[in-house]
């Protein structure tokens, strides 16, 4: 899982050219995204990552690399999850951030980027069947707060 958290740009991009790789299964199979409201479900022997990349672009006109990096850092994520139904039971799970890192993406992603990743990560068995419901609060220092919520589901395998 600690490589999927590291490397997932690249198996983002795998996925998005259609490569049949152990990292793009990873990326389809192990994961979702902070921002993705689909319903996920994964079973109890399951380890999952749930993530969200923020990045931007360095091929832009006047692209300011320290403006930049102030940007990512000033990047904040809280992650809450709660048995669903139990909406006053949230819990915050802590969230690792990994250190600014250069990709380079597909075009109509941006290119090279600056990122960072905010992810956390649910070991097999560390939680019971049932519904969940999670919410995703990121401040961006230029746009403000946004909420993402969403439900994962897990099942007896």
């Not at 600690?2 to 991009?13: D, F």
């Not at 949230?90 to 993406?105: A, G, M």
């Amino acid at each position: 899982m600690q490589g999927l958290a590291r490397t997932g740009p690249i198996g983002a991009r795998q996925t998005l050219e259609g490569k049949d790789t152990p990292l793009s299964r990873a990326w389809q199979t192990c994961q979702f995204r902070l921002y993705d409201e689909t319903p996920h479900t994964f079973t109890t022997r399951d380890h999952f990552l749930a993530g969200i990349f923020v990045y931007e672009s360095t091929e832009v006109p006047g692209y300011d690399r320290a403006a930049t990096i102030a940007y990512l850092k000033g990047v904040k994520a809280r992650l809450l999850w709660a048995r669903s139904g139990k909406f006053g039971q949230f819990r915050e799970v802590p969230l690792t951030r990994t250190k600014i890192q250069s990709y380079r993406l597909l075009p109509e992603s941006g290119g090279r980027v600056l990122l960072v990743h905010h992810y956390a990560i649910f070991p097999a068995g560390s939680l019971a069947p049932g519904d969940y419901t999670w919410r995703l609060w990121l401040y961006d220092p230029i746009e403000g707060p946004t909420v993402y919520g969403g439900t994962v589901t897990i099942v007896n395998r």
